[in-house]
């Protein structure tokens, strides 16, 4: 294992996910969809949620908390809305079939919306935003998760990070793309950090006696504990706005769980009261609408590149170089990592290499 960074081609890196999520139990057809949801995330530059979970998948389908052959279902269908069951397998397989199903019946009668329950973890909630946009529509995505975040005025973790992710085409050469967590900051920053034995800023989690956190060690397991939390978008109290994070943070969990008759905040663990392991349930919400059936797509797109062009050329700060628009980050990174590879960083080389040898995928060169 190399003691420092080793940037691992996109090609390999994909050709070694789909074959690790075959030995895994995945169909392969699946398996080419979660690897393209992770692969998503490492190419906009969000590596806590690429690669670098794969090995997560894999343990958690170990202990039986998500299966990975995906058996999802509609279980209520109106032109316009479904409401789907993930049946606890792979939340990229379910999130993918989802969101198309919002585009369909967006395309045919002007929106779609699809409520999931019984599903998991599904990656970057801008993936399923950005599919919408692909297809000339404004997309939606939310979905709660584990609790992480306390409440304002709140120390224990209740909600999830829960994202809210939004896409619109433009008419420039990639969509407007917002895609953020209603914490803080997002709990992979804090697996990132831990991985990488680095501090995190005081402000992001709190701990029960209301300290505020800036040692990443071991913090994971001491918000599975629920002996930490992540403090919502704002941080801690109202001053800064903390209670907006946290009402954001309960919209994605309403979102997520009424319409689908779903689990929610508490009933979000991965055990039981008596300690026994059992699925977490995430729940999801994908909206597609269909802006042909508002104004024709072109006059929209030119009024959507107006307003980032407008917000990205209005005064800077002092000693900003620039302004910019959501998205356009994630498309510069996007063409550097496609050229340049993926960042993988000597702890996650332990953890691939340790999947590699446990999956006997040793025939794969990552080149660490």
Known sequence: MAEENVYLPVKKATAFMIDALLKMGVPQADAEIVADVLLASDLVGVRSHGIAHLKMYYDRMKQGLQQPVTRWDIVHETPTTAVVDGGNGMGMVVGHHSMKIAIDKARKMGLGAVAVRNSSHYGIAGYYATM??????????????????????????????NPIAFSAPTDESFPFRFDAATSIAPRGKIEVASRAGE??????????????????????????????????????????????????????????????DGAFLSELHDTDHEGNIHPLRIGHFFLAINIESFLPLERFKKTAGDIVRELRESPKAPGEKRIYSAGEKADAISRRVAAEGIEIPPGLQKNLNALRAELDLTGHDLGF
């Open 132 to 161: 919408a946009a692909r297809e000339g529509m404004v997309g939606m995505s939310v979905t709660n998760a584990h609790p992480s975040i306390a409440p304002t005025f709140g120390v224990e973790p209740m909600l999830g990070t």
């Open 199 to 260: 501090p995190i800023p005081a402000g992001w989690v709190i701990r029960k006696d209301g300290s505020l956190v800036t040692d990443s060690t071991n913090l994971i397991e001491e918000m599975d504990d629920c002996k930490a939390a992540l403090l919502p978008i704002g941080g801690s109290g109202e001053l800064m706005g903390g209670h907006k994070g946290y009402g954001l943070a309960t919209v994605v969990e309403i979102l997520s769980a009424a319409f689908q």
